[in-house]
């Protein structure tokens, strides 16, 4: 085909629009060219379809649009909870696994207590300490090994006390106060009340001023809390005003061996 003809197609059906003047307009250019005018009409048609690409496909109105392709996705594995890892307590270095106080030691772990049931439980893993070290007395070793380790395990017990963690439910505040008032024994360091003890008391009147007021607590709980509490002070009391009376004995004593003293000066002089 002539190759002028061809380009004049091309360009008509690069418009997209071909009226009824431009076919007869280009089958009059096919005649004058020597060309076949049906020809012509065909090319068009095609380079017509050509440029307006595939037909688009007919959707029914009524019907759903085809639903969205389903994303498979690899299931991730669950993380493995805090309480299940395994550690080591930073103040012996025995090994952990999901407790809340080191059994060995009473060094808290960190891990907190975030219901009631764990913190009964946490209570229980503190008694259990408390227990493991008022028990780490050596065996033998005299008199003075013996103060030693009375010493040591005091001032361990004390910090132990010191640093205990306090649950925050009611059941659990009560269960604390009780541990603390029934480990209360009155221990004595020389003539005084132990400070560990001493500790021990503070920590349940703190517990029982928190509990004051609380309505989920039982008013005959709290009463039994305050009369023990009580009579654990009555208990300290009495220790103090023993090493009171013992002071004030001790102290007599000493006057009345120095004004001995004076008179036997005195009266040697005088002889």
Same mark, same amino acid.
């Given at each position: 085909? /002539?190759?002028?003809?061809?380009?004049?197609?091309?360009?008509?059906?690069?418009?997209?629009?071909?009226?009824?003047?431009?076919?007869?307009?280009?089958?009059?250019?096919?005649? +004058?060219?020597?060309?076949?005018?049906? #020809?012509?009409?065909?090319? #068009?048609?095609?380079?017509?379809?050509?440029? &307006?690409?595939?037909?688009?496909?007919?959707?029914?109105?009524?019907?759903?649009?085809?639903?969205?392709?389903?994303?498979?996705?690899?299931?991730?594995?669950?993380?493995?909870?805090?309480?299940?890892?395994?550690?080591?307590?930073?103040?012996?270095?025995?090994?952990?696994?999901?407790?809340?106080?080191?059994?060995?030691?009473?060094?808290?772990?960190?891990?907190? !207590?975030?219901?009631?049931?764990?913190?009964?439980?946490?209570?229980?893993? #503190? +008694?259990?300490?408390?227990?493991?070290?008022?028990? /780490?007395?050596?065996? @033998?070793?005299?008199?003075?090994?013996?103060?030693?380790?009375?010493?040591?395990?005091?001032?361990?017990?004390?910090?132990?006390?010191?640093?205990?963690?306090?649950?925050?439910?009611?059941? &659990?505040?009560?269960?604390?106060?009780?541990?603390?008032?029934?480990? =209360?024994?009155?221990?004595?360091?020389?003539?005084?009340?132990?400070?560990?003890? &001493?500790?021990?008391?503070?920590? !349940?009147?703190?517990?029982?001023?928190?509990?004051?007021?609380?309505?989920?607590?039982?008013?005959?709980?709290?009463?039994?809390?305050?009369?023990?509490?009580?009579?654990?002070?009555?208990?300290? /009391?009495?220790?103090?005003?023993?090493?009171?009376?013992?002071?004030?004995? =001790?102290?007599? =004593?000493?006057?009345?061996?120095?004004?001995?003293?004076?008179?036997?000066?005195? =009266? @040697?002089?005088?002889?």
């Amino acid at each position: 085909m /002539n190759p002028e003809l061809e380009k004049l197609i091309d360009t008509v059906a690069q418009g997209g629009v071909v009226t009824n003047l431009i076919r007869q307009t280009l089958r009059r250019k096919a005649q +004058s060219l020597g060309e076949d005018p049906d #020809l012509v009409e065909i090319l #068009l048609e095609q380079r017509l379809a050509r440029q &307006a690409g595939p037909p688009p496909s007919v959707v029914p109105m009524n019907s759903a649009p085809p639903p969205p392709p389903v994303r498979v996705e690899a299931p991730v594995p669950a993380p493995k909870p805090e309480r299940e890892k395994q550690s080591s307590c930073g103040g012996c270095g025995a090994a952990l696994s999901g407790q809340f106080v080191c059994e060995f030691c009473g060094t808290p772990t960190g891990l907190q !207590a975030t219901t009631e049931a764990e913190e009964l439980k946490m209570l229980a893993e #503190l +008694s259990t300490a408390a227990r493991q070290l008022s028990s /780490n007395v050596g065996g @033998g070793g005299g008199l003075w090994s013996g103060l030693m380790d009375f010493a040591k395990i005091e001032l361990q017990m004390t910090q132990f006390w010191k640093n205990a963690p306090l649950p925050k439910s009611p059941v &659990a505040l009560i269960q604390a106060a009780r541990d603390a008032l029934a480990s =209360f024994t009155g221990l004595k360091a020389g003539n005084s009340l132990a400070e560990s003890e &001493a500790t021990k008391l503070a920590r !349940a009147e703190m517990i029982i001023s928190l509990l004051k007021g609380n309505p989920k607590v039982p008013p005959y709980e709290l009463e039994a809390l305050q009369e023990a509490y009580s009579k654990k002070v009555s208990i300290g /009391n009495k220790i103090e005003a023993e090493n009171n009376r013992l002071l004030i004995g =001790f102290g007599i =004593f000493l006057v009345s061996l120095f004004l001995i003293v004076i008179l036997s000066v005195i =009266f @040697g002089h005088k002889t």
